[in-house]
């Protein structure tokens, strides 16, 4: 390809879709925004106020601009989970490389029609699993693959999801209800299934079992003394942890989801959010009495087809958030924690007056999002479509395929009571 910038089309400017274009502001030689597709008119214009995109490339609809002549070289999709495979399908069709957000979407059939598609048109593919890009991860999966570990035969991942993102994303936000978003499971830990997969790229998954429920936030469990909505008819909301005002006003959290009904306000007053909390927002609700009916915790085993075996726990309600990983091969472990930025290599070591032997790798980017991998995503899709040397992050579609089937099965698994084979589902 030429030395020139990749162009690329923003479909669905929300908060994934920006912040990938937003590489385009760091490093203008190698990617330009040069459209946008959004239905909302507000995010529309914002999109095309950052990148000045002219009037001509802005559109409604991912369908609208595909119909037309071709005007980039890829598409940035950010689109919510179950938009993602109707938007991204007529992209392909049209010649785009996408760049898709994750989870792929919400069933089995859908991803291998995405798939299938994806083959056909001869387009790249990549998914949002921004994990295989932070350094953590990736320091791990270099020593994965020089054999430091021997062949991995167990697995052990957890997900500890803190109680003010439960409560904000998976209770009373987007994707509380799985008939209008996801499993629980695949919304909020296809990034530790994925990694999982690439940890093992190249040996799919074979059976899955699983059990979990919704136990934690039903009515049932409410407080006496709680209301209906926090700032309105609720006498413990002072001493709440869950209380909207001390998450969304005092703490100033997640203001991309508690303030989206406010986009519309330039610069929204502390009453005017104090207000949207008392009325119709969302994010206003007493936690033990929303419409949420997603499991809030739950646990998955993996058989692997060379017998290695794999465990993921998702945790909610938890104080502190955090994922851990726990590596055991044939010649040694490792095992350590995202948020710490840092983790310990152990082997054997049966010398006199040891036990065994051990290496502390600090990666120093504790505290960054998603361990600061998401704009290295963006670089390495961009290398991709190029033709350029990927990145060890990069795999074929078939390891984020095979982290979908697991949260699929795993899904059906936890409703069902039984082990599920998702041999044939790998085609």
Known sequence: MSSQPLTAVIIGAGHRSLLYASYAKSHPEKLRIVGVAEPDEVRRQKAACLYDIPPEHRYRTA?????????????????????????????????YHVLLEKPICPTRDELLALLDATIRADRKLMIGHVLRYAPFYVEIKRRVADGQIGQIISLQTAENVSYHHMATAFVRGKWNRRDASNPMLLAKCCHDLDILCWMKSGVGPRSVASF?????????????????????????????PYSARKHYIEQGLWPTYAWECLEHIENPSLQDKLQSLRTDNPYGRCVWR??????????????????????????TGTARPCRSIHLLGTEGEIQGTLEEGRFVLRRPDARKGHEFSHETVDL?????MHGGGDLRLVQDFISVVRGEEPSISSTTIMDSVNGHLIAFAADEAMRSGGCVSIRADRG
């Open 63 to 95: 369908e609208e601009l595909a119909q037309l002549p071709k005007i980039a070289d890829v598409a940035i999709n950010g689109t919510m989970d179950r938009q993602h495979v109707p938007t991204t399908l007529p992209l392909l069709q049209a010649g």
């Open 290 to 315: 929303c419409d949420n009916d997603v499991a809030d915790h739950q646990a998955v085993v993996i058989d692997f087809a060379d017998g290695a075996v794999a465990t993921h726990n998702m945790n």
């Open 212 to 240: 979990g429920a919704r136990t934690l936030f039903t009515e049932s469990r409410a407080p006496q003394g709680s209301g209906t909505r926090c700032l309105v008819d609720c006498s413990i909301e002072p001493q709440c």
């Open 364 to 368: 120093n980017v504790s505290g960054e």
